[in-house]
């Protein structure tokens, strides 16, 4: 069955500092990921896809078969990251799975 | 912040009652879709729809339903089967335009059942 794992609700981090939300998942095709983000009285929108393999907003995420997994980093947290993300999974027939979600807050 | 529009943004029901809530999209999309979403819990797919005419049940689609007469409109009821149907719903459509790899959502519609 699909599934997308967030295990984190809740992650705080200090401006400048590195951060990694987590996401692993369960598929039995080759899966395709997205991070979706939700700043702030602001739509629900697509930060970044793994075929894409591009950083937005300093942004990164690796997709990695092994291990399920599908992290978004960023080297160097912004008081502007501060926001609610998904981690999606595009299964057959255009269904997404979403993940539970991880709100990030960073101190300044 | 066009191309697609929930309506209203809030609602009160009345507990036995039916209500519809509205999504409309000008952006020629192909495929819709509502989720459901709650804290905690993330997003739940409700329906979706990929052509005129045609949709699916999604994890939760018990105590919903939708139709999908027109490609702009996708609306959906919540009838008063629907155990828990307070919560926030997300309408969300996908086309061709972004190699259908990019949903566009609502800005949503919060429910809450008196």
């Known amino acids: 069955a699909q599934r997308v794992t967030q295990p984190e609700k809740l992650l705080s981090v200090f401006k400048g500092a590195p951060v990694e939300l987590k996401c692993n998942y369960s598929?039995?095709?080759?899966?395709?990921l997205f991070w979706y983000v939700q700043y702030s009285r602001q739509r629900l929108q697509l930060l970044l896809r793994h075929i894409s393999r591009e950083s937005i907003k300093g942004f990164t995420a690796d997709l990695n078969k092994g291990e399920t997994s599908f992290h978004l980093k960023k080297p160097f947290a912004q008081e502007e990251d501060s926001a609610m993300y998904y981690c999606?999974?595009?299964?057959?027939?255009?269904?997404?799975?979403f993940g539970t979600g991880t709100s990030l807050t960073v101190i300044p | 912040d066009g191309g697609i529009t929930q309506s209203p943004k809030y609602l009160f029901r009345k507990e036995g009652q039916n209500v519809t809530l509205s999504c409309e999209q000008n952006l020629n999309h192909d495929a819709m879709y509502w989720y459901r979403q709650d804290p905690g819990q993330g997003l739940r797919l409700i329906y979706y729809s990929q052509i005129v005419n045609d949709f699916q049940k999604g994890d939760i689609a018990e105590g919903y339903s939708v139709s999908r007469e027109k490609k702009e409109s996708f609306p959906l009821t919540v009838t008063s089967a629907q155990k828990n149907p307070t919560a926030f719903y997300l309408c969300?459509?996908?086309?061709?335009?972004?190699?259908?790899?990019?949903?566009?959502f609502g800005p949503g519609t919060r429910l809450t059942v008196l």
């Open positions: 969300a459509s996908i086309g061709r335009d972004r190699g259908y790899n990019e949903q566009f």
């Open positions: 598929y039995s095709g080759s899966p395709e």
């Open positions: 999606a999974l595009r299964g057959a027939g255009n269904q997404f799975y």
